[in-house]
Each structure stands twice: as structure tokens, then as C-alpha cells.
Antibody, heavy 116, light 108 residues
Framework: EVQLVQSGAEVKKPGESLKISCKGSGYSFTSYWIGWVRQMPGKGLEWMGI????????RYSPSFQGQVTISADKSISTAYLQWSSLKASDTAMYYCARQYTGIDYWGQGTLVTVSS | EIVLTQSPGTLSLSPGERATLSCRAS???????LAWYQQKPGQAPRLLIY???SRATGIPDRFSGSGSGTDFTLTISRLEPEDFAVYYCQHYGSSLWTFGQGTKVEIK
């Protein structure tokens, strides 16, 4: 069974750093693109970026370029999304998802709350 | 950069009625990379349609997709109570993703 399991909810202060994770199982992790999607409270889906774990080829949405870093460790089938300095406006649900024919599998989401 | 515009923003319908949701692209896209998703409150999105018209595994046949070029449509032939949700179209060509802003289908 294909699964993407994300790390748990986080509460951080502005200026802090954060790295959240997405562990894939039940399929060849290195053979499918994994993307990250932001959903702010009550809002729609925003694509942040995508990585191909096989060779770490990474692409970012212009809206998120320079704001976050996407990486992957194929030895443990895990993709990451990280911030070096969080802002209150980063408060959102973050989903990882696998691209195949469409985005066929999604993680359960990681809620990130940034508040002083 | 491709922009996807969905209409209407909200669709108010009764169970049993037909729902027609539109997704328009700012430039012609390869329909092979056009998908539709359903999202219910507190849940991750679920893939309904890929390749503009192919139903994903386990999706009931009351859901259908059509279109090409810049204009795409998701049709729900007869709304069931569990179909009231938000629907998003997406383009995922060249491993660059774009989502529409969503259409909420609500109970009238």
C-alpha cells in the first residue's frame, strides 16, 4: 500500500527554523516526483515546489523560490520542506504529494503554526 | 506561467442535481496533465480525474471530466450528499504544478 506519512504538527515562534518531513512507503520512492502544497486557513491549494528523489532535481514555484528549501534523503525514503526563518504568514497546513497520473497520493498534512 | 481560473466560485445545488464546474487555462495546456481533485473539510485532497477525462481508481462514474486546450469541465451527473465539497483543477505538466482557486459545491 502506497503511503506518505508526514511529521506532526509544529508550533514555532517567528524567526525560528523548521524542517518537516514526508516518508514514502509501498512504492519506489526514487521513481516519482514529490511535491509540497500549502493551504492557508480557509484558502485554496498553492504549489510550493517539487523534487525527484532519484537525482534530487528540484523545482520551485516563483512564489516560494528563496523562501523554503526542498530536499530528499532517498536512503530513508523521506522528503523535506524547511524554513530558515519562519514568519507568522507561514501558518498553514502543508501537504506532500506524489505525482504520477495526477497527484495520486497525498500525505495527511502537517499543521505549522507560527505565533509569538 | 499558466494560470487556471475556475468558475463559479460557489455552486448551490440540491442532491440529485447535476453540477458543472469550469476550469479555464491562461494558455493552451496538454490535456494529458490536467486533473481534478475533491477536498472535504479537514481532509487532504483526493484525485478524481487525471488526463482531463480519466477517472482515478475507485471514483464513481457520476464524476466525469472533459475538455481540451484552454477549457475543461468537471461534471457530477447526480449529486450525492457526500459530493458537497471544494473542487480544484490542476495542471502538472513539466513537473510544474498550478492549481485553480477552487469551486465550492454547497447544499442549496
Amino acid at each position: 500500500e502506497v503511503q506518505l506519512v508526514q511529521s506532526g504538527a509544529e508550533v514555532k515562534k517567528p524567526g525560528e527554523s523548521l524542517k518537516i518531513s514526508c516518508k514514502g512507503s509501498g512504492y519506489s520512492f526514487t521513481s516519482y516526483w514529490i511535491g509540497w502544497v500549502r493551504q492557508m486557513p480557509g484558502k485554496g491549494l498553492e504549489w510550493m515546489g517539487i523534487i525527484y528523489p532519484g537525482d534530487s532535481d528540484t523545482r520551485y514555484s516563483p512564489s516560494f523560490q528563496g523562501q523554503v528549501t526542498i530536499s530528499a534523503d532517498k536512503s530513508i525514503s523521506t522528503a523535506y520542506l524547511q524554513w530558515s526563518s519562519l514568519k507568522a504568514s507561514d501558518t498553514a497546513m502543508y501537504y506532500c504529494a506524489r505525482q504520477y497520473t495526477g497527484i495520486d497520493y497525498w500525505g495527511q498534512g502537517t499543521l505549522v503554526t507560527v505565533s509569538s | 506561467e499558466i494560470v487556471l481560473t475556475q468558475s463559479p466560485g460557489t455552486l448551490s445545488l440540491s442532491p440529485g442535481e447535476r453540477a458543472t464546474l469550469s476550469c479555464r487555462a491562461s494558455q493552451s495546456v496538454n490535456s494529458r496533465y490536467l486533473a481534478w481533485y475533491q477536498q472535504k473539510p479537514g481532509q487532504a485532497p483526493r484525485l478524481l480525474i487525471y488526463g482531463a477525462s480519466s477517472r482515478a481508481t475507485g471514483i464513481p462514474d457520476r464524476f466525469s471530466g472533459s475538455g481540451s486546450g484552454t477549457d475543461f469541465t468537471l461534471t457530477i451527473s447526480r449529486l450525492e450528499p457526500e459530493d458537497f465539497a471544494v473542487y480544484y483543477c490542476q495542471h502538472y505538466g513539466s513537473s510544474l504544478w498550478t492549481f485553480g482557486q477552487g469551486t465550492k459545491v454547497e447544499i442549496k
